[in-house]
């Protein structure tokens, strides 16, 4: 069998593609498990806007049923059928590869595909898909500052009941040199627990500025 089709003409075989992925797509409709064998003879018939919308169909169908590493491979399929950089599409599907990358804590991984998306879009002047790239990528940025701030909070305590002061107040410092405006939070319990550290060492009126700067 495999003989005879490389002795086929690429025209012919192109055609005999063709057919098949006809008859896949009547089937289509009602039967979705062959999806993949419509994928794989749509490529061959060189069909590429079909298959990227089959592929990209096939994506979200594998997503729902939670299969997420099969909806990445056909999301970025989708992406090589139309080019990273050249196509609009690809930006939505970069930033829909990172969601998937996020969902399952693959931080790096959302991280990778959030910028890309963001550089495409910067290329291709398109502002809608700039500003949700660059949403997602602050919203890593936050949710990871706030662990780490997190951690720091609990290091200090630690550090304090153990009344290694020293070690706790400068794990707080550190703390604070990371806090932003968004982490106001963290900074109040960090510059709190620095007023305590302060009274614990007798420095009654630095306790005390520190206590209110934490308010």
């Known amino acids: 069998k495999r003989i005879l089709y490389n002795r086929l003409m690429e025209t012919e075989r192109r055609q005999k593609h063709e057919l098949a992925a006809r008859i896949l797509e009547e089937l289509y409709n009602e039967d979705k498990s062959h999806e993949e064998e419509l994928i794989y003879h749509l490529e061959r018939a060189g069909e590429r ?99 780490l701030l997190d951690m720091k909070l609990l290091k200090a305590r630690i550090y304090e009941l153990r009344q290694e002061y020293s070690k706790a107040f400068e794990i707080c410092t550190e703390g604070i040199s990371l806090a932003s405006e968004n982490n106001l939070y963290h900074k109040g319990r960090l510059l709190a627990t620095i007023g305590t550290l302060h009274y614990h060492a007798g420095k009654y009126e630095d306790a005390k500025r520190k206590y209110e700067e934490s308010i």
């Open 49 to 147: 806007e079909k298959l990227f919308n089959y592929c990209v169909d096939n994506a979200y169908r594998l997503e729902k049923l939670k299969i997420r590493d099969g909806a990445i491979r056909n999301l970025e399929k989708a992406i090589s059928i139309i080019g990273n950089s050249s196509d609009i599409r690809a930006i939505g599907l970069l930033i829909k590869i990172g969601d998937m990358y996020k969902d399952d804590g693959n931080i790096d991984g959302s991280l990778e595909y959030y910028t890309n998306a963001f550089d495409v879009s910067v290329k291709l002047k398109d502002c809608k898909h700039r500003i949700d790239a660059l949403n997602r990528l602050a919203e890593i940025h936050y949710e990871y500052t706030e662990g």
